[in-house]
T-cell receptor
Framework: GQQVMQIPQYQHVQEGEDFTTYCNSS?????IQWYKQRPGGHPVFLIQ?????EVKKQKRLTFQFGEAKKNSSLHITATQTTDVGTYFC????????????FGRGTSLIVHP | NAGVMQNPRHLVRRRGQEARLRCSPM?????VYWYRQLPEEGLKFMVY????????ESGMPKERFSAEFPKEGPSILRIQQVVRGDSAAYFC??????????????FGPGTRLTVL
């Protein structure tokens, strides 16, 4: 079945440093979504990427979808303590699957 | 517009008891997903339902677990004869997409189940 790998599992940064998490799928995706979960909270939708090579920005966050539609990345510039949380990617396999497969997430810890 | 609601937020059960978790999707949403999350792990898909239909239950154990989404009322995930390994956070998500496929999911606050 489809597998979605996400690295790293944990990332410690000093406030102001950049952060990147990577997501790789074993199969071609129709789209990929990113979610953020704060400690003790629930996942909150951030963005969806659909097109090959797509790049989207939300303030300090940059999301990319690979040309082959099998990988994606989330980059945060100049992290802040409010960025703390776990970032999940979720990919839907091409072929009409309704079920997104979530990666295990990358937990970001920002030290002030 | 109220978000996805789940209750109870915390549930404690003894081994062998039944656990009933409820989820009310966002207004206008007819698609409901249930996920299970263990500490420091990702979300594991359990079941996908539309009103009165189970679309995909491939992630749900065949025994002790069942789910429904009746015409009226919330979606319910039922776990019979709970065991300690059922302790986890159970999240419900709803989606507005009528034709399936790509759609963002709106998550509820989750139910933290603890089995003693």
């Amino acid at each position: 079945g489809q597998q979605v790998m996400q690295i790293p599992q944990y990332q410690h940064v000093q406030e102001g440093e950049d952060f990147t998490t990577y997501c790789n799928s074993s199969t071609t995706l129709s789209n990929i979504q990113w979610y953020k979960q704060r400690p003790g909270g629930h996942p909150v939708f951030l963005i969806q990427l659909v097109k090959s090579g797509e790049v989207k920005k939300q303030k300090r966050l940059t999301f990319q979808f690979g040309e082959a539609k099998k990988n994606s990345s989330l980059h945060i510039t100049a992290t802040q303590t409010t960025d703390v949380g776990t970032y999940f990617c979720a990919g839907q396999a091409s072929g009409g699957s309704y079920i997104p497969t979530f990666g295990r997430g990358t937990s970001l810890i920002v030290h002030p | 517009n109220a978000g996805v609601m789940q209750n109870p937020r915390h549930l404690v059960r003894r081994r062998g008891q039944e656990a009933r978790l409820r989820c009310s999707p966002m207004k206008g949403h007819s698609h409901v997903y249930w996920y299970r999350q263990l500490p420091e792990e990702g979300l594991k898909f359990m079941v996908y339902l539309q009103k009165e239909n189970i679309i995909d239950e491939s992630g749900m154990p065949k025994e002790r677990f069942s789910a429904e989404f009746p015409k009226e009322g919330p979606s319910i995930l039922r776990i019979q004869q709970v065991v300690r390994g059922d302790s986890a956070a159970y999240f419900c998500a709803s989606s507005p997409n009528e034709s399936g496929g790509a759609a963002e999911q709106f998550f509820g606050p989750g139910t933290r189940l603890t089995v003693l």
